[in-house]
């Protein structure tokens, strides 16, 4: 079993991790697919989760994200045990995640968009029977989510005339609106042009500054720049972790996965 590192960034204690865990595992069967993984996301920080093809990336999402019970180990979102908990629970106490696939209505305008997301957090999602001019009074907060996004003067096209990155923009308008405490984006890059990729990375990193912040990425170039910590799993278990300068200087990482994901990034 490989030892897990102990260095943190120097300035980890002056903030707080929002979610934590520790000992996570998962067994499909006879196959460990997550065995012993430590992890904690602090508020104000991005973390990345990064590895070859299957080095249970996607797992130890699904299990922060409650989407899979872990076969051991504990998970803590904000002082409290989630690790029994249900994804719904867990979305109400303010953890939000994205998925790999764009998850917006095309057919709805942008600004129809956030506001559908904005009716949670303003206890108006029960109120179905209301027209939709009710939700009127939701457009100051649409318009100034979609602003800080980037989206504000296309607020009135529909999601389906957006590019895949601007759909993706959206996605985080959309997710913004529900206050999260810890936002977990898996793959936020994923199949974009190198435009709206520093789009994204910028929306990312202006993001993180409210909230604690986890994604799974592929593109090495963005997690260096934008990245505060790095965890770097191999075959399920944590191979390193730090900053950039330190993980990326490990052989063992430049082996198991820069070596092998010779991409270009």
């Known amino acids: 079993m490989i030892t897990h590192p102990t260095a943190a960034p120097a300035d980890a204690g002056a903030t707080r991790a ?12 006879s196959f460990l697919a997550v065995n012993n993984v430590d992890i904690d996301v602090h508020h104000g920080r991005i973390h990345a989760l990064i590895g070859p093809n299957g ?8 299990l922060l994200t409650k989407f899979l019970k872990p076969t051991a180990g504990r998970i803590v979102l904000d002082g409290t045990d989630i ?3 249900d994804p719904a629970c867990v979305a109400r106490m303010g953890m939000v995640r994205s998925f790999q696939i764009s998850a917006t209505f095309g057919d709805m305008t942008l600004l129809d968009n956030v506001r559908v ?3 949670r957090p303003n206890s108006l999602y029960h109120q179905f029977w209301r027209s939709l001019t009710s939700l009127d009074r939701l457009n100051r907060q649409a318009m100034e989510l979609l602003d800080r ?16 990155g601007r759909k993706r923009a959206l996605e985080i308008a959309t997710t913004l609106a529900l206050e999260p405490r810890v936002l977990l984006l898996d793959e936020p890059l994923a199949g974009m042009g190198q435009e709206d990729v520093e789009h994204m990375a910028s929306l990312i990193k202006s993001v993180s500054r409210d909230c604690a912040l986890l994604m799974v990425e592929h593109n090495l170039k963005v997690v260096g720049d934008i990245s505060d910590e790095i965890t770097v799993l191999q075959r399920g278990e944590i191979l390193a972790r730090g900053d950039y300068a330190t993980v990326s200087a490990d052989p063992r990482v430049r082996e198991a996965y820069m070596g092998s994901e010779d991409d270009g990034h």
């Open 149 to 164: 996004v980037g989206l504000a003067d296309m607020a009135h096209l529909r999601a389906n005339n957006l590019s895949y």
């Open 117 to 119: 997301a904005l009716q």
């Open 18 to 29: 929002v979610l934590s865990a520790r000992g996570l595992a998962k067994r499909f069967g």
């Open 83 to 85: 690790t029994a908990m």
């Open 55 to 62: 080095a249970g990336k996607s797992t130890v999402f699904n």
